[in-house]
């Protein structure tokens, strides 16, 4: 069996009384890209957010690379230090710095010297194919165009896990084929260990090796 | 005016009701400043001239009034922020018990007028020359406007999106997160408080005519009440209206249209942990109320004596604190329903020049209460029917509803916004008429909103002085005026006791408030 890079362990998140996140468990294998699928509300993005630890898990465990990085209430290892890309559903792109400035900002805190910063920033704003838009803001930016950017912010520091949380619900159908058929190739590229969130399956399909399925707090196949 | 629907719910009463409620608007709020523009662009004769203009430019009296009012602004802008935005954020982001009944207790100066401040500032044992100085009234000032600077920035930190935040911690240090992130965009809503703050200190005439500092408002007083120089007056508004207008336009470019948003983000993104921190942040709180709150309040009541002085001071003023209960409850009333209709009519615009809109109504709100008041007497001040609104009480309630309905109307557009515009729609659809979708479906609605302009309007109206001073009828006094009058020749112990029934008036609607929103389901 290859060896898991993520691993979730039987991991539950309450809120009052309501699970929303119950006894999941989920093994994801290095280069991995997973896709987690389910109606509104099951618990997608709080499985997400405990991942990134945004959220602390009530219960279980959460294996990132070897390293336990939660467990039963405690997070064990920031989220700054878990290595982790994230692209939000709403694209969370700072306001008041430009595209760069957004890029820019992971690298500084990451402590990279200007002059490296520069050139991965160019380097991935090209992969991207967002070079031209590098000095505006993001409200200056369209859809696609903010997108474009939200996910070069997740790439920049090559995490060793990369976590989406429906980031194409607000495109429409065409941009959303074209954007994924990008984010393939990139994936393919890159190979990061990736989880997917959508609600739709046929988005998800063409993108992940292996959908697994949500519904009410617990993954229930795949 | 276009609604924001595409549905098209328009009709006759409608029209009519906001159409009216804006020409009262504009002619009891708007036209006494508009008066006094005009009037600055004119001579003696009634020509135009820019004579005002050019004693401003080169007189050195002017000058002087000029960098004393701006020294005033600046330093009471620069003291309040420096102490509210540190707490504003705490507020927001700090997790510490009690947090209620901390922004109750600091927000206490906001709600003491002024100049009740000024005359406990006078009686602290410190020496004359600090007393009666600049310093003197900047610190004063500061300590009323903190919360301001407080509420803003508390606001403001809740307002930032918790994803921006959570999107920088997955990436950078809680520290770094807060400097890079949180900081900036708190930053905007704090530099527009401060310029609110700066504005509302130009325009204070309670605390600099107490503290015998010589401004722009007092000299507007002096050369009116004193010189009965109606020109000379009008000249010295001059300043203060353009630093107004300067000052709320600046405000305006800065928060733009969050001036009529009140969204909180559902959660918090970062939290501020204090940790060791905890006890040095308890005893900072405890200092801020202790000197801002505990002391002039403490002051005051040593100085009113006992209960039989305070109450004799209060028969001798009897008429005084009736009116000023019973002026500022009409006042308070007749503001919060004009500012309903303005506020809904404005919440509800989708013109392009909406903005100027927001922009009008806070300049108005910044016109100091000595303009006001004497572009009330040049309006009403005539030998028919308006003389005998001039000779009654309700020209104090017109200059209540000049000064404050403009604020309220922002307030209340700030919560009409938070109702979606498809409620009205199935009212629509559901056959409602227009007066009975406002009554029905918006009101209700807008409860806490319209209760909460209703304590400010109150608060605002009882503490009145610049144009109450200047308008009031002989024989019509209210609480702040009398105080004001009897400085010169009546013991502290009298002015103390007054001052004391003040607060606790202010205090009354305060309480009552806050009681009705904890049982409406917490704070909103």
């Known amino acids: 069996m290859t060896e898991a890079f993520l691993h979730l362990v039987a991991l539950t998140k309450r809120y009052g009384n309501r699970a929303a996140v119950d006894r999941a468990s989920l093994f994801v294998a290095e280069g991995e890209v997973v896709a987690l699928i389910g109606p509104s509300g099951c618990g997608k993005t709080t499985t997400l957010r405990l991942i990134a630890g945004l959220e602390k898990p009530d219960e279980g465990e959460i294996w990132i690379g070897g390293e336990c990085v939660a467990t039963n209430g405690r997070n064990l290892i920031p989220s700054h230090k878990r290595g982790i890309g994230f692209v939000f559903q709403d694209l969370a792109l700072w306001p008041h710095l430009t595209a760069e400035g957004n890029l820019d900002f992971v690298l500084a805190s990451a402590g990279m010297k200007r002059r490296e910063r520069r050139e991965r920033i160019v380097e991935t704003l090209r992969m991207m194919r967002a070079e031209g838009f590098a000095g505006r803001y993001p409200s200056q930016l369209s859809g696609g165009e903010q997108q474009r950017v939200a996910i070069a912010r997740a790439l920049i520091a090559r995490p060793r896990l990369l976590l989406l949380d429906e980031p194409m619900s607000n495109l429409d159908a065409p941009l959303r084929g074209q954007l994924l058929e990008e984010l393939k190739s990139l994936q393919d590229r890159l190979k990061i260990t990736t989880v997917y969130i959508t609600h739709d399956r046929a988005e998800a399909e063409p993108l992940a090796a292996r959908v697994v399925q949500m519904e009410a707090g617990r993954i229930v196949c795949g | ?524």
């Open chain 2, 1 to 524: 005016m276009v609604m924001k629907s595409g549905m098209s719910y328009f009709s006759v009463s409608h029209f009519s009701v906001l159409s009216l409620a804006v020409s009262l608007f504009i002619l009891l709020c708007a036209l006494p400043a508009i008066y006094m523009l005009g009037l600055s662009f004119t001579s003696a004769d009634g020509h135009l001239s820019f004579e005002n203009y050019r004693r401003l430019l080169v007189e050195a009296r002017q000058r002087e009034l000029l960098r004393t009012s701006a020294l005033l602004g600046a330093g009471a802008a620069m003291l309040a922020t420096l102490v509210g935005a540190p707490l504003g954020l705490l507020l927001a982001r700090a997790r510490f018990r009690g947090k209620r009944w901390w922004r109750l207790a600091l927000v206490i100066p906001l709600v003491v007028p002024p100049y009740v401040l000024a005359l406990a500032w006078t009686w602290l044992d410190i020496t004359s020359e600090l007393t009666y100085s600049l310093t003197g009234a900047i610190i004063v000032l500061g300590v009323s406007f903190y919360p301001l600077a407080m509420l803003a920035t508390e606001a403001a930190a809740r307002r930032v999106d918790a994803g921006l935040e959570e999107a920088a911690l997955l990436v950078a240090a809680p520290r770094r997160v807060f400097a890079k992130i949180t900081l900036p965009l708190v930053a905007p809503a704090v530099a527009a408080a401060a310029l609110v703050i700066f504005t509302l200190a130009i325009s204070e005439f309670g605390v600099p005519g107490l503290l015998r500092i010589n401004v722009f408002t007092t000299e507007v007083f002096t050369a009116f009440a004193a010189l009965y120089d109606f020109g000379a007056a009008t000249a010295l508004s001059v300043p203060l209206l353009l630093a107004t207008i300067i000052t709320a336009l600046a405000a305006r470019l800065i928060i733009g249209e969050r001036m009529l948003t009140t969204r909180r983000s559902s959660r918090i993104g970062l939290s501020l942990t204090l940790g060791k921190w905890q006890t040095p942040m308890v005893a900072l709180l405890l200092t801020i109320i202790a000197l801002c709150v505990l002391l002039p309040i403490g002051v005051i009541a040593r100085e009113a004596g006992g209960l039989r002085l305070i109450a004799s001071s209060l028969s001798n003023s009897r008429a005084a604190v009736i009116n000023s209960f019973a002026l500022a409850g009409a006042g308070a009333t007749l503001v919060v329903m004009l500012a309903a209709l303005v506020g809904y009519a404005r919440a509800r615009m989708r013109a392009r020049w909406s903005g100027l809109v927001d922009l009008a109504l806070i300049t108005l709100f910044a016109v100091p209460g000595t303009v006001v008041g004497i572009g009330l007497i040049g309006l009403w001040n005539h030998a028919d029917w308006r003389g005998e609104i001039y000779a009654s009480p309700l020209i104090i309630v017109i200059a209540y509803l000049a000064r404050f309905a403009p604020v309220a109307a922002l307030l209340l557009a700030a919560s009409v916004r938070q109702i979606p515009v498809s409620f009205e729609e199935a009212a629509v659809v559901a056959g409602a008429s227009w007066p009975r979708r406002f009554g029905r479906i918006v009101l209700p609605q807008m409860f806490t909103g319209l209760s909460a302009a209703w304590v400010v309007a109150f608060i605002f109206a009882i503490g009145e002085i610049g144009a109450t001073a200047l308008v009031a009828p002989p024989g019509e006094s209210t609480l702040p005026v009398r105080v004001y009058t009897l400085i010169a020749n009546t013991p502290a112990s009298n002015l103390a006791a007054l001052s004391l029934a003040q607060v606790i008036i202010v205090f009354l609607p305060l309480a009552l408030f806050a009681l009705f929103v904890r049982q409406s389901g917490g704070e909103k």
